[in-house]
């Protein structure tokens, strides 16, 4: 993180531009939040060169007249998320790929598809050069690297000179109790930083309040009535909202089961730090960045401004400032309950939450100024967290390739998956058998249909049917058949069916 990627996408741009008069360049970004602020350094590196942003933010009308720029080959250069390596670029010859390894270029709804996966596709069938980038690739991308499959270029150097990588430190939780949800140590930091007119930004992927309410009475807690979640208190909004199918009910004045009126808030939102830290600092200029704070249209580019002019001392936010803004000021990253990604049934879990730390990691210390990162933990000892401190991408990628390896997991294995649902759980488990015995086949394992971990949302119960093969091949071609026989069955399942699925 801070290598200058940035720049080095820009003067892969140049070349192709100063080569091709007529050359068009697709750029990706994971999240519309990060178009700004890259669409300002290419307007700033090309002034007077027509510039297209592709992303679900835009209007109909400005996507439209934005897509046909493309089309018609007078925007040279396009920026968008996923759905802009759609668009028809005729005189397409460089693709750039920013953070690669983010899960968000895979569409999960609809038209199931990977934007990255079919960039690389296009780039093929095109014979024109595609960039990858990001300081964690995924797995699989590391893997055709270490295959000879991509070549790899590495930036083992942060760009800004001086600028070095942040010294990361685990607070043990175990040993330093926290008070309103941080450790002495933290506590510590963000003092030192306000002292010395510094920013700094607390990380927790959680939004809201609390995630939960309960009774202390009874045991009674907040379940959503139409998901296998529960409901999330937004304390000011005072609601209490499904995360899954946005129902929101009013906080109830007393528990609906025995009467009890202490109701207590269970764990802690990005809201509930706000409160907290507004308590203990209220000379502090706080900002909360969320999903819940930027729901007006330019309002998350509003609050980044913010932060980039020095008008915040403490940054709270979710994963939407984990990557690719560059903070100057910032020199302290705390980050708040990581833990539970360590025990999740995902297997990409600890892919993700060891990416996730690096990003969000790497908002500190890109101006040259000392830096450091606080993990608070109650598992000091993970390796994972030993390969944050070192910043060792190369040897925790390696070792998980070795689990993957063991596992018989992607990148060793190649998987669909087979989703169903339907009002009631025993139709889409009956559906996923009739489909399992269908075709049968000794080229492809099909497991048995199991209920998804969220097996209900919006009154809908969901259930799944994972298909696997060590050929890619062979998966394919059964794929082609078996959907051939799928589409013919007569059901009132709505099914979809995935390849290479991200979750399971």
Known sequence: TGSGKTEVYLQACAQVLARDPQAQILILVPEINLTPQLEANIRARFPGLMLATLHSS???????????????GQARIVLGTRLAILASLPHLKLIVIDEEHDPSYKQQEGLRYSARDLAVWRAWQLAIPIVLGSATPSLESWHHAQTGRYRKLELRERAVRDAVLPTVRLLDMERDKPKEGLTSGLLAALRQRLERGEQSLLFLNRRGYAPVITCESCG?????????????????????????????????????????????????GTQRFEEGLAAMFPQ?????????????????????????????????????????HDFKKLTLVGILNPDTALFSQDYRASERLFAQLMQVAGRAGRAGLASEVLIQTRYAQHPLYS???RHDYDRYAGSLLEERRQAALPPYMYQALLRAEAPELANAIAFLEEARDILPTDAVT????????????????????LVESSSRPALQAFLKEWMALLRAMKTRVRWSLEVDPLDI
């Open 58 to 72: 835009l209007s109909e009308g400005e996507r439209m007249l934005h897509w046909l720029s493309a089309h018609g």
């Open 387 to 389: 390969a944050v401190v």
């Open 220 to 268: 009674w807690i907040s379940n959503c009535t139409r998901c296998t979640s529960f409901m999330v208190l937004h304390k000011p909004e005072h609601r209490l909202r499904c995360h899954h199918c946005s129902l929101e009910l009013r906080i109830p004045r007393h528990c609906p089961t025995c009467g009890n009126i202490d109701l207590q808030p269970l764990g802690r």
């Open 284 to 324: 502090a200029r706080i900002l909360r960045i969320d999903a819940d704070s930027t729901r007006k249209k330019g309002s998350a580019q509003e609050a980044f401004d913010t932060v980039h002019r020095g008008e915040v001392d403490i940054l709270i936010g979710t994963q939407m400032v984990a990557k690719g």
């Open 446 to 465: 099909l497991n048995d249909p199991i209920p998804m971990t969220m097996t209900r949302v919006h009154n809908v119960d969901r259930a799944q049917l």
